[in-house]
């Protein structure tokens, strides 16, 4: 939760709480080249393309993890929602009556949030470039919502990017709320840097890029990447293992004081270890 205010003395509500441990294992934590950057990016994209039918289906409910948002989204509010997929988040919001608008580059998914709620107003469109999308140009927004979107950004001059952009779009006390994957937590079964650890410890660095399309030598620690599908029938997807602490750095860094970060799981605050989402 990020407050655009001018008072950077205040906190939100939420305090931060216990972060990862520091460590890589020996794997060096290397700064991303913008060619690595460039090439994860259209992996990512590419990947979404492919599997745009089949993700939306395991998209149709309404994370419990919303409904932390709720308190900071008032009657009426205006709300823009930055890589909204399908649109699953206006669900949990329309009933507050707020003015959306959803913008993500995949068709399909737009097509399919469109058709789903008539009401709200859906956008493709790049998120690297909201400020010149149309039903974004020249307007400000109560909250902008970016849920499970910035980990898949592979740089951190392209992350700062789409946060400031976000920040310039705020009305003046205005709210960014983030959700994105805790990849910290303590899994083997699902996605996870330790998933991503052992694997990088395993398997031979042939059979790595052949799998994942990119060296695991032009990639850090904490740049984790994950094959959605099945053995036969899937696509590698980039993910950042945000930390809160990294996050509060990112957010500070392009302007934002008020700044709260916390794990969650099932809508309610939760630790490194076992939260979902942070």
């Keep these: 939760l990020l407050k655009n ?5 205040r906190r939100l509500p939420y305090a931060p709480v216990e972060e990862r441990p520091n460590t890589s294992f020996g794997i060096q934590n290397i700064y991303m080249t913008p060619e690595t950057a460039k090439q994860i990016l259209q992996l990512t994209q590419d990947g979404y393309v492919r599997i745009a039918r089949y993700f939306d289906k395991t998209r149709n409910t309404v994370w419990q993890d919303f409904s932390i948002f709720r308190p900071y989204v008032k009657e009426g509010a205006r709300v823009l929602d930055i890589g909204c997929g399908n649109g699953r988040l206006y669900a949990a919001l329309k009933d507050k009556h707020v003015t959306y608008v959803g913008v993500d580059q995949n068709p ?5 949030a469109q058709d789903r709620y008539p009401n709200a107003r859906f956008v493709t469109g790049n998120i690297l470039s909201l400020d010149t999308l149309p039903g974004v140009v020249d307007e400000t927004f109560d909250v902008v919502f970016s849920v499970a979107v910035l980990c898949h950004l592979p740089s951190v001059e392209l992350r700062k990017h789409v946060i400031k952009t976000a ?8 709210y960014l709320m983030m959700l994105n994957w805790n990849l910290w937590r303590l899994s083997m079964k699902h996605k996870s840097i330790w998933k ?4 990088r410890l395993t398997l031979s660095p042939l059979i ?3 799998m994942y399309a990119v060296s695991e030598r032009d990639i850090g620690f904490r740049d984790v990447m994950t094959w959605w ?3 036969n029938n899937g696509v590698p997807l980039y993910y950042r293992s945000f930390s809160c602490g990294e996050l509060r750095a990112l957010c500070r860094d392009v302007g934002f004081g008020d700044i709260s970060s916390f794990y969650t799981a099932r809508g309610k605050k939760a630790h490194w270890w076992n939260g979902r989402n942070l």
């Design 108 to 112: 399909y998914l737009i097509e399919q």
């Design 229 to 231: 599908g099945t053995r």
């Design 5 to 9: 205010s001018l008072d950077s003395g």
């Design 167 to 174: 920040r310039a779009l705020l009305v003046r006390d205005g």
């Design 208 to 210: 790595w890029r052949e």
């Design 196 to 199: 991503n650890l052992h694997q």
